[in-house]
């Protein structure tokens, strides 16, 4: 496991007030949604992304149009951040290392990302976490050559196999019923480095949303039931109304536990399953903020993005009461296609909902499964607010 003594030789280091700047490394919808909050902290924030269109560049102070491992972009970064994160877990990992070795504090350090960009290495780590939480990943093995194809146990088919590296929202994973349809599917997968999990009887899926701060301050956001569509998120729901009340603790515990054993700053997702016999399985970890924690902007005290800029800024974490039930729904580029053709949504239907709560990120042209934008539909009820859900839903043209 790793040590976390990196965050306690920080515990005395002094807070980086504003109008400091930040560092974002990434420009899309969370970093967007991270430069919103940081600016209205005070705070001036210059964001790394190659993208000319980035849509958190647009509203940032500053945009370097920069690959990730372009050296001249990272020296002036360096030279105007105080502080630096990311709003996704592929970046380098050898990026955030140069930050960190210039002096600048870096939340989360390349270290805790590397764990979330390897599906092998995370599942070992989550394996480890388990000895100490009871919460562990679902059976599963490791493929890297032709050779361990016919090695596999048969009690994990039927299977997931999913890459090792540089998969999300669905891509880079195929089902596997018998073990007859392994070889072509890694095949066509690239013959790269997988994992093959064992499919197992899914009730429903949760996530749980941790923030940990430089001195090892840790709070938990209230856990969110996700339903996925095609592997991209649909819906989120808070309070999960599915789950155990006793399952709460559990995995709430679990979460922090794996932030503490990475020695992790900043804000941490991590993803699991529910099984029908109310087994919780671990599926992933994702060391940013997360699409399921965007109920937390309306819904809540302290949004996940206010946190990542205490977190990073080396300030008193925020507090992560629910002020009301919330129902998410996620926009993709599909509600712009409906009737066949390209054309606006309807968000003044949306908006006759006095309760739903409207984030599109500035991008530049809607695609098929592109993520445009999501709604928090609020509610007195759990009820009030799916029901508040679906009709939003149905507005736009999407099977609520």
């Known amino acids: 496991m ?3 003594s990196h965050s306690t030789n920080l515990k005395h280091q002094s807070a980086i007030l504003p109008p400091a700047w930040l560092g974002i490394l990434g420009g899309g919808q969370l970093g967007r949604m991270f430069v919103h909050e940081a600016q209205s902290l005070g705070y001036k924030v210059c964001v790394l992304d190659p993208d000319p269109l980035s849509p958190g560049g647009a509203v940032a102070e500053k945009h370097l149009c920069a690959n990730y491992d372009d050296a001249a ?3 002036e970064m360096a030279a105007l951040c105080a502080t630096i994160s990311t709003e996704f877990e592929n970046v380098p990992a050898k990026t955030l290392d140069y930050f960190e070795e210039q002096g600048i504090f870096v939340a989360p350090r390349g270290a805790c990302v590397s764990i979330a960009q390897d599906r092998i290495v995370e599942k070992q780590f989550l394996e480890q976490c388990q000895r ?13 050559s032709e050779s361990d194809l016919a090695q596999l146990p048969d009690h994990l088919f ?3 196999l999913k ?5 999300y929202d669905g891509k880079g994973q195929v089902t596997i019923y018998q073990r007859n349809d392994l070889a072509k599917a890694w095949h066509d997968l690239g013959s790269v480095a997988c994992v093959l999990e064992k499919r197992m009887p899914l009730a429903f899926e949760v996530s749980a949303l941790v923030v940990r701060g430089h001195d090892g301050q840790c709070v938990a956001y209230p856990i969110s039931e996700n339903v996925h569509r095609n592997g991209i998120l649909h819906t989120s729901t808070v309070p999960s109304p599915s789950l155990l009340a006793s399952l709460v603790p559990k995995i709430i515990h679990a979460s922090q536990l794996i932030a503490e054993e990475m020695g992790y700053v900043g804000v941490l997702c991590v993803e699991y399953f529910v099984l029908d016999d109310q087994t919780v399985i671990a599926n992933e970890i994702a ?6 924690g965007h109920y937390t ?5 302290t949004s996940q993005f206010e946190q990542q800029v205490r977190a990073m800024a080396r300030l008193p974490l925020g507090d992560v009461r629910l002020l009301t039930n919330v129902s998410m729904l996620n926009i993709l580029g599909d509600a712009w296609f409906v009737s066949g053709t390209m054309q606006e949504p309807a968000w003044n239907r949306v908006l006759d909902h006095p309760s739903a709560k409207l984030h599109l990120y500035g991008k530049a042209s809607p695609k098929p499964g592109r993520k445009m934008g999501h709604i928090n539909c609020l509610g007195h009820t759990i009820e009030e607010a799916k029901q508040a859900c679906a009709e939003v839903a149905t507005h736009l043209g999407i099977d609520p």
């Open 297 to 301: 902007m309306d819904a809540c005290v």
């Open 2 to 4: 790793m040590s976390s």
């Open 73 to 75: 972009a990272l020296q």
């Open 158 to 160: 039927p299977g997931i």
């Open 132 to 144: 100490l939480s009871g919460i562990g990943p679902a059976p599963h093995a490791v493929i890297r």
């Open 163 to 167: 890459t090792a590296r540089l998969g």
């Open 287 to 292: 060391p940013r903020p997360h699409n399921s």
